[in-house]
């Protein structure tokens, strides 16, 4: 047994052949920590649900159509940069790089990476980490397409998977976070997450992060607010969830999707709108939650940055930037780091 997996009893292992396991943590643990997190973020005054609770199945099955949508630029615009990098990322790496992914889904993108990684080595590894149960299914889609892949998922939290990647062995890690993901930390968390990555990286590692940049406000917020209600199918899903997994009784009809950019803090700020005077019960939070008519439940930042500020950001954190690429119109911006 390797040294993670003794560090981490808390993970189950699921062995599916040769090319693939992962690791999740138990279900008890899973149902136990979305009850009290749910618990702990709507018995307040300024209510919230994180957005890692979105990807449920439908969830993540909502976000891949919203990666399609017109209107949402940030997928097209990220593959269109990614596409760039077959010919520029080789003279930064060697053949000796494992490719680690924080919220792969369904690793789409991870594909224009893959091509790359699976020429230049003989066996190529891959180790996804994400929350949902997508990364079961998608690393199964990946096995059909690349012969010479081996796959380690995590499914769990970015910080699970990196606790769970930290001191792994001695094999130098690419590691990937890309779709702006970043940008729902607050600028404090956002700090403490990157420092959290520094200090999982060793010194050869290479951290490639997608960060979406600040622009029109009306292209920002009907990237957020699609015409054919994808995104409020998608915010309202975690009602849905909650009312599955923890007995509760949101009446979907009594809320709205909301979104909004906040020039001033640079981000678009989700939330769900209760359209009534309102009282919920949430069974398995031993919760009942009562809501006026027009009150808030924040559901997701998406910060959007500025190529000094992403600068910034990287040097203030103990990495020094390899590389920036960005697209034709500035929209958005991959950036290549290692450990200063
Ligand atoms: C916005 S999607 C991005 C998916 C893909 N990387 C892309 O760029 O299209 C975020 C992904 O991260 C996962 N995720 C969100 N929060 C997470 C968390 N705290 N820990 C682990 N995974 C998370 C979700 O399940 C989802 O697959």
Known sequence: MNKAIQKHPDYK????????QYFKPHASKIEKTFAEEISSSLNRESKFIVPKFFYD????????????LPEYYP????????????????????DSFRLVELGSGASVKTRL???????????????PIDISEILAE?????????????????????????????????KNNLILFLGSSFGNFSPTDGKIFLEKINSTMKSGDLFLIGLDLVKDSQILESAYNDKQGI???????????????????????????????????????????SLVNQ??????????????????????????????????????????????WLDEKTNFSLTLVSKN
């Open 57 to 68: 199945k439908k969830g993540s099955d909502l976000f891949e159509k919203i990666c399609t």
């Open 138 to 170: 998608s690393s199964e889609q990946l096995l059909q397409d690349y012969d010479n892949l081996r796959i380690t998922g995590i499914i769990d939290t970015y910080e699970g998977g990196l606790e769970f990647l930290k001191n792994y062995d001695d």
């Open 279 to 324: 009282s919920v019960v949430i069974s398995k939070s031993g919760l009942l939650l009562n809501l006026e008519k027009n009150e808030l439940i924040h559901t997701e930042h998406s910060h959007k940055f500025t190529l000094d500020q992403i600068k910034t950001l990287f040097t203030s954190t103990g990495f020094k930037i390899n590389h920036t």
């Open 113 to 127: 990476l893959l091509d790359i990684f699976t020429q230049m080595q003989q066996t190529t590894e891959y180790f």
């Open 75 to 94: 997928t097209r615009t990220e593959i269109a940069i990614l596409k760039k990098l077959k010919t520029e990322l080789p003279s930064f790496i060697d």
């Open 231 to 273: 995104t409020a199918e998608f915010n309202l899903n975690v009602l849905s969830r909650i009312n599955d997994e923890l007995d509760a009784d949101f009446n979907l009809d009594n809320f709205s999707h909301y979104s909004i950019y906040n020039k001033e803090d640079q981000r678009i700020e989700m939330y769900l709108k």
């Open 13 to 20: 292992k699921y062995v599916i052949d040769s090319k693939l």
